[in-house]
């Protein structure tokens, strides 16, 4: 799998938008991009992840870049609730690797603070 | 529907002693993991399986085991646990592998002296 870097932390204010960057300049033609977050030691949760075309749920925004070798994670109005660990993951998909079984790489992501 | 209960929450052992560390899915995934964490870092394989029956070696395996007798269930064991076992232990259950949204338990904090 591809490696990733991201900032060690980030601040942002309550309220606005958050913008999570991710570098994955080795990622090849059938990785995706996934998020997960990391609440104080709670178990991570699953955020969004992509392909190519930009994604939009109800948690988040994932934009990536046209080469694809980075992508920034939009919380468009972060609440205080959002303080996390944020983990940019990049994996095969499943039709590729026969299941993606052999589960996922995580790094020491980035501990995102939102300032009241 | 809990998704992935993980028991016991907590636990202290002494160096030498034995423990099973249970995860449950009531979301009939095919894959289950466990997972280590140390602090400051990120989680790190155990151990997996890709269905009832079998297991895999993660990327940290050495003084674990793990069964997979029941689709639901993935037991993490310690035959003899030391001082560099001290972690919080992560159980995650997927439906086709890695390749789609995983679901994690909320941990087990183990601490051996």
């Known amino acids: 799998d591809a490696k990733t870097t991201q900032p060690p932390s980030m601040d942002c204010a309550e309220g606005r938008a958050a913008n999570l960057p991710c570098n994955h300049s080795?990622?090849?033609?059938?990785?995706?991009v996934y998020w997960y977050r990391q609440i104080h030691s709670q178990g991570p949760q699953y955020i969004i992840h992509g392909l190519k075309n930009n994604e939009t749920n109800e948690m988040a925004s994932l934009i990536i870049t046209e080469d694809r070798k980075s992508s920034t994670l939009i919380l468009p109005h972060a609440t205080l609730r959002d303080t996390a660990v944020y983990y940019c993951?990049?994996?095969?998909?499943?039709?590729?690797?026969?299941?993606?079984?052999?589960?996922?790489?995580f790094g020491k992501g980035t501990h995102l603070i939102i300032q009241p | 529907n809990a998704g992935v209960t993980q028991t016991p929450k907590f636990r202290v052992l002494k160096t030498g002693q034995s423990m099973t560390l249970l995860c449950a899915q009531d979301m009939n995934h095919e894959y289950m993991y466990w997972y280590r964490q140390d602090p400051g870092m990120g989680l790190r394989l155990i151990h997996y399986s890709v269905g009832e029956g079998t297991t895999a070696k993660g990327e940290v395996p050495d003084g674990y085991n793990v069964s997979r007798l029941k689709k639901q269930n993935f037991l993490l064991g310690l035959e003899s646990a030391a001082p560099s076992q001290t972690s919080v232990y992560f159980c995650?259950?997927?439906?086709?592998?890695?390749?789609?949204?995983?679901?994690f338990g909320q941990g087990t904090r183990l601490t051996v002296v």
């Open positions: 993951i990049v994996r095969v998909a499943p039709m590729y690797s026969g299941g993606g079984a052999d589960g996922l790489t």
């Open positions: 995650a259950s997927t439906e086709q592998g890695a390749g789609t949204e995983a679901f």
């Open positions: 080795t990622i090849s033609g059938n990785e995706y």
